[in-house]
């Protein structure tokens, strides 16, 4: 059969043809999806982060007011987290994993469709919840009991935060199940588990964590919403429920979900460096087990965000001590790195600046971890702009830089067309040294003791704040010449690309670089066999 | 990986097209809102919403399964059927594995709570009976057998065995239900007992309402099951929705009995 039939036969004729990206289960089309509407999303949560940082440029700027300043927290790390950056990963997963592993597509493409359109209500219940009465959630992306019972937040704007998190942790584990019988199932012939590629194994990986982490985070929040309708007592002190209880539940889920959002980077960053730096990535067997080591360790971590809410002294030092060993895996991976690029012919493409600048930002992120795992410094820094510092140099440092990477990277696959390395050069310097001016400061700030999530300081902390504000300026910059030249790029400039354009699969020789840029339908004509 | 070679057959398999995700997707949108709607006093507009969400996502649901059952049919002749139904195997016991794992979340609520209290069960629990619960779990126990009687006699062929076996299952399932409902009752109307009564009264009704919730999708299941068989849509290779039926039942059973000695019993 040649191509033109294979094409022509693929698709009997029918009225659902119109409905196209609507209708579609082609793990490509669902993948770009994916990728747009995290873009959306991040635009949103930028510039809600912009609020924020222009609220702070002054100790008492009266730009907004506290409650709005409240919402805008909580609304900026809640779409970041669940809406952009979680999205974004499952955007190039579905679209590259079985690119990867040579499959026509997904295992099951209308439970994806599915999975990609529950974000379309969880979104229209986040959105909405700024126009009902009392407003969009004010505790933080945490919902801590008390705070977030009906005692104290009144309106129905935390039932749809509730309800939206429990759709799209829906969605998230219905695609997790795809992407794990995806990879145990359907991987070309031969190509055995210790042959797949990074990106595929971290995403498995990633994917066996939100299938049992989501869950737990779920029924923490049925319960927090059970008790706001139904009157239930799960989190209320006075009939007898715990509210620390879901402290623990929450972050059973949420340390992992820090793992959710990173190990796809790491995945990327693994083919992003070997490729550019012509060389085959070091330790392959090493990264796998510390991608699982991690994902196993990730489980034992959780109680280090509570250290402060009254756990028991011997739980305490469980917890720190795992919280160092898990550096452990991650070392082996940050060298591997390394080791990777240590000798090869370094071509400075734009995703390999994105890669370089992603080891540096990683470890400083990871460094303030490891200082954070200790009970006595976290004692001292805990809910102040320390902790903001470091999460924002893990997951800016790490998971933003190496989507970034992996979207330079794919992009010219997944359009047939390059994105500028003009531009591309530009908006990685603007982000790299905006980001550094953005949260480096945010150490000093927070070590001098100023406190997190609150629209005002003391003023003797206004020029760290005012560098701060400028740095975002900088990150804003940034993003918006990406957006600029992502649009230009897939709506204005025509034409495709051979199936290696980057001129690097000499050495990786993955199952990706082999199919036209982009590719056909089917992916691939034939299923491959790998000797 | 070194060279790549190819098959020398191929079939393009293409990925289905389907309006239904995108259509159940917004009609299961449409509960979270009547909620709200509901909490904002728009008891008509909830009731609405609620109908209207309710009414999409079972027809999706439906239209949803008629065309898997109709793609399958292609599919036998195709050869991806084996594949196929291994794919979904595999699919029932992760998304099992997730059941258990918001149960898990559940129990440990309950532990944890239980043994950090200082008195239990916390003041305002009336007496529990063990008496009736206990002969509700032994039929929800017999219907596991009897399920799995039905699964084993459906492979040797046997289909009207299977068949009276999957009725009598579901059978059970309702018995096991009315139970809980009566205990429901009577716990309510005469010792006025309920959720917000105290810890226990949450924890008691929302698990065992959550476990009931699991009942009655799994003898609808089951009664799925029934039909596809009466119609004869069921073969030796392609009986996923029988494996499917009789595997989420004992995954239910297991969490009652579990549920039985957490509630009751300890
Ligand atoms: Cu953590």
Known sequence: MSEAAAAATAYKSSWLNKLDWFVTGDHKKIGIMYLWFAIVMAIVGGGFAGVIRAQLTKPDSGLVTPEFYNQMVSMHATLMIFFVIIPAWTGLGNYFVPLLIGARDMAFPRLNAFAFWLAVPATALMFGSFFVVGGAIQTGWTAYPPLSLAAFSAGPGVDMWLMGIIFIGLSSILGAINFIVTVANLRAPGLRWFKMPLFVWAWFINATLILVATPVLSSALAMLLADRVFGTSFLTVAKGGDPLLYQHLFWFYSHPAVYIMVLPGFGVISHVLASFAEKKIFGYK?????????????????????????????????????????????????????????????????????????????????????????????????????????????????????????????????????????????????????????????????????????????????????????????????????????????????????????????????????????????????????? | METVKHHEEAHVHLPPRSVWPIVLAMGVGLLPIALVAFRTGHAIVAELLAVTGGAVSLVSLMGWAHSVVMDKAEDVVTGHLSMQQQDLKMFLKYFLLSEAAIFGGLFVHYYSTRYHIQAWPPAGTPHIHTHDPAIATLILMFSSFTCELGLKAFEKGKKFHAKTLLLVTALLGLIFLSYQGLEWGLLITQYGFTVETNIFGTMFYMMTGFHGLHVSIGVIFLLLAYGRLELGQMNEERHFSLIAASWYWHFVDVIWVLLFFSLYLI
């Open chain 1, 286 to 531: 090493g990264m796998v087990f510390a991608i699982m080591l991690i994902g196993i360790i990730g489980y034992m971590v959780w109680a280090h965000h509570m250290f402060v809410a009254g756990i028991p002294p011997s739980l305490q030092i469980f917890f720190s001590y795992m919280s160092m060993v898990i550096a452990v895996p991650t070392g082996i991976k940050i060298f591997s790195w390394l080791a990777t690029i240590w000798g090869g012919s370094i071509r400075f493409t734009t995703p390999m600046k994105f890669g370089l600048g992603f080891i540096f930002l990683f470890v400083i992120g990871g460094m303030s971890g490891i200082l954070l795992a200790n009970v006595p410094v976290d004692y001292q820094v805990t809910d102040t702009y320390f902790v903001v510092a470091h999460f924002h140099y893990v997951l800016v440092g790490g998971s933003i830089m190496s989507m970034f990477a992996g979207m330079y990277y794919w992009f010219p696959k997944m359009s047939g067309r390059f994105l500028s390395e003009k531009l591309g050069t530009w908006v990685f310097w603007l982000f790299f040294v905006g980001m550094n001016v953005t949260f480096f400061p945010m150490h000093i700030m927070g070590i001098q003791g100023m406190a997190r999530r609150v629209f005002t300081y003391r003023p003797e902390f206004q020029s760290l704040n005012e560098l701060s504000s400028a740095g975002y300026l900088l990150m804003l910059a940034a993003g918006l010449i990406f957006v600029f030249d992502v649009l230009k790029t897939a709506f204005f400039k025509k034409g495709t690309l051979p199936a290696d354009p980057w001129q690097i699969n000499h050495v990786q020789n993955t199952l990706d670089w082999k199919v036209s840029s982009p590719p056909p339908e089917y992916n691939f004509l034939k299923i491959p066999t790998i000797e």
